[in-house]
């Protein structure tokens, strides 16, 4: 029997008594389709004769969290799921490619990633809207981790909680940290802060990125050998078996279970034939090459230890033993970031997990990475989580702290110095929920950290 957390109450019973439309802003791995089902539960015993659907979104991974938690409530709860809506069901999950077998009239709808569909101005916005005109629903449940969307609409009741309202013995101990690579991004980023699929390059820039990589991270977990052995690439064809027994080694054994979130299907699927080639059981899972998600179920049963994503791992991934995301996709975009590093909290404070975050060595690019970096970790207290609205920093002034070297320009026969106002921000290496608890009550310091 599925039991609620004392944070999860106030948002349980919310659902208990809708009316109308509500968001759902939970961030990530707070448990929202445990939320939604007992809501669901406690509306039901109210109103018995209504009938619920739930819309999950496009991949089985997602329609999972929901029916393997309904089996739970199977007492209690009526449903069915997928092709088979029988009339007699109080609750029916689908996916959105499952409209044409709804053919009956609901009270209340649930739309999970709401970000995703809701108001997004893709052709899944336009066939999601177009299922619940049909449906004639008069309550709608709009389930989302980050509610930046309806914060810039406005006009909507939003139900917040972020991660700082949850338990520190509900989650890992989090290090998020920036590994640079020679992928040359500049010009590259579209309005959304995603990169270009040009922006990767061809194998060979991945293959250069991966090195860097698995570099640092040896670095990091102190593998034997001093930082200025590994500051020289030609280092590891020095070390017994060379590079791909070292790779081999890092993800396969010390790493634990590892998931690479690529920015484009070619990207991914460079990545995944040089983990392959250096000896690492790896599998690559995207739109042409894993349309059932048979690869996330066997990736959670432990069947190999590296999985490479675009994108799909960031949307209802939920998996406790998952321990590392190397952040290859060069996002600036706060809320994904956010969404990435959330999949690697989930855990017990004794768990050490991390965040890597892929980025470039152009002083530019790699400010804008730590700058954006800084917003997503605000993101995890309620006061900037209920007021970012993807646009805005809150209100908050970010310092330009400029550069002690006043690099000098020509003009004629003469060198002046110019100032410069490159922006510095600090390295991030910290446990994020002591980080936060400690820093982000005195954000509006010029001491604190977090700006």
């Not at 916005?125 to 449940?141: P, S």
Request: with cysteine; charged share 25%.
């Amino acid at each position: 029997m599925i039991q609620s957390r004392n944070y999860q109450k106030n948002p349980i019973t919310r659902i208990e008594n809708l009316d109308g439309k509500l968001v759902l802003g939970m961030c990530p791995n707070s448990g929202k389709t445990v939320v939604t089902i007992l809501g669901i539960d406690a509306y039901l015993k109210k109103n018995p004769s209504e009938k619920w659907l739930v819309i999950a979104h496009s991949t089985n991974v997602i329609k999972k969290n929901f029916t393997d938690s309904l089996i739970d409530l199977k007492n209690d709860i009526s449903f069915t799921w997928s092709t088979d809506l029988s009339d007699d069901s109080q609750v029916h999950v689908i996916i959105t490619a499952n409209e044409p077998y709804v053919t009956q009239k609901y009270n209340n709808v649930v739309l999970d990633e709401a970000h995703e569909n809701y108001l997004a101005n893709k052709q899944s916005k336009e066939q999601v809207q177009r299922l619940i005109k049909k449906i004639g629903a008069k309550n709608e449940l709009l389930l989302t981790g980050t509610p930046s969307k309806f914060i810039n609409e406005g006009g909507y009741d939003i139900e917040i909680v972020s991660l700082l309202d949850m338990p520190v013995e509900y989650m890992s101990t989090l290090g998020v940290e920036l590994i640079e690579t020679r992928y040359n991004w500049r010009g590259q980023y579209t309005r959304s802060n995603s990169l270009r699929e040009s922006a990767f390059g061809d194998i060979t820039d991945s293959e250069r990125a991966m090195e860097s990589i698995t570099l640092e991270i040896l670095k990091k977990i102190k593998h034997g050998l001093t930082a200025q052995e590994f500051n020289r690439v030609k280092t590891l064809k020095r070390i017994k078996g060379g590079a791909k027994s070292i790779m081999a080694e890092l993800f396969g054994k010390i790493m634990k279970r590892t998931m690479f979130v690529c920015g484009s299907i070619s990207q991914a699927d460079d990545v995944n034939l040089i983990l392959n080639d250096n000896g690492v059981s790896s599998h690559v899972s995207h739109s042409e090459s894993d349309e059932s998600s048979e690869l996330f179920d066997n990736f959670k049963a432990g069947k190999f230890s590296v999985l490479v994503v675009v994108n799909r791992g960031r949307l209802g991934y939920s998996d406790n033993s998952l321990y590392n995301i190397v952040d290859m996709s060069g996002t600036h975009n706060p809320d994904l970031i956010y969404q990435m590093f959330a999949r690697v909290l989930r855990g017990k404070p004794n768990q050490q997990k991390f965040y890597y975050k892929v980025t470039t060595q152009e002083p530019g690019m790699k400010d804008l990475t730590h700058m954006s970096t800084c917003a997503a970790l605000m993101l995890t207290d309620k006061k900037f989580l209920s007021t970012f609205n993807g646009k805005n920093f809150n209100g908050m002034k970010i310092p330009m702290i400029t550069s002690t070297k006043k690099p000098s320009i020509t003009t004629g026969k003469k060198s002046v110095s110019k100032p410069s106002d490159k922006l510095r921000l600090p390295e991030f290496t910290n446990d994020i929920v002591d980080f936060m608890r400690n820093v982000v009550a005195d954000s509006d310091k010029p001491t604190s950290v977090i700006k």
